[in-house]
């Protein structure tokens, strides 16, 4: 049962360009949506999130775009770093069970210099 | 560093075992969530505790349990281990019962392999 799709496994941007990567859900209870970086042997680290009565959410150089009607977000980082080579994983979180976040099966994001 | 302690990091054990995987959880937190992600795989729910009682249950196999202790501290128990347990298994914790607006946080989590 994939609520949560990231349907690209993997990105590869040049450094200092905008990377983009897309999570699409299909829940309408869904009312918490957020992403996590994970790099290699390590868990995932929460990055952003947003509300769904917000359709876009900033902090530095990440952004989160949502677009309830369509059931798409999207994470903007710009510019791109090599340090933000890692996975990213999309996650949301029902209103009826806020116990049970689902996440996607994460995009690898390569950033070359 | 996220705060959140799992022990061991890497666990190697035969068809049929059973082991325990422990989770300290973040200071001041009260619930503690386990996800499982087996290759190429998003991470998928397990179950969670809050203050030590059973708070909610993905899909978690029979052969599985769980417990918080009166310390927070939670054991991840499986049994009858089969060649597709082998996985990486992630402790969280958080604050509050429910996710509400209260993210995740994620110890280093355990491999587990099986053969």
């Known amino acids: 049962d994939q609520q949560v799709k990231q349907n690209s496994p993997s990105l590869s941007v040049q450094e200092g360009r905008i990377s983009i990567l897309n999570c699409d859900y299909t829940?309408?209870?869904?009312?918490?949506f957020l992403w996590y970086k994970k790099y290699p042997a390590e868990g995932p680290t929460f990055l952003i999130s947003?509300?769904?009565?917000?359709d876009k959410n900033e902090d530095g150089r990440f952004t989160v775009f949502l677009n309830k009607s369509a059931k798409h977000l999207s994470l903007h980082i710009v510019p791109s770093q090599p340090g933000d080579s890692a996975v990213y994983f999309c996650?949301?979180?029902?209103?009826?069970?806020?116990?049970?976040?689902?996440f996607g099966a994460g995009t690898r994001l390569t950033v070359k210099p | 560093d996220s705060g959140v302690t799992q022990t061991p990091k890497h666990l190697i054990t035969a068809t049929g075992q059973r082991v325990t995987l422990r989770c300290s959880p973040r200071?001041?937190?009260?619930?503690v969530y386990w996800y499982q992600q087996s290759l190429d795989q998003g991470l998928q729910f397990l179950i969670q505790?809050?203050?030590?009682?059973?708070?909610a249950k993905g899909n978690i196999l029979e052969r599985f349990s769980a417990q918080q202790f009166p310390d927070l501290h939670s054991e991840l128990n499986l049994s009858s281990l089969e060649l597709g347990d082998s996985a990486l298994y992630f402790c969280?914790?958080?604050?509050?019962?429910?996710?509400?607006?209260?993210?995740?946080?994620f110890g280093n989590g355990t491999r587990l392999t099986v053969t």
């Open positions: 969280a914790s958080s604050e509050q019962a429910g996710y509400g607006n209260s993210p995740l946080h």
């Open positions: 829940n309408s209870m869904f009312d918490y």
């Open positions: 947003i509300s769904s009565i917000k």
């Open positions: 996650a949301a979180n029902p209103t009826y069970n806020n116990n049970d976040m689902r």
């Open positions: 200071s001041g937190d009260l619930s």
């Open positions: 505790y809050y203050n030590g009682e059973e708070r």
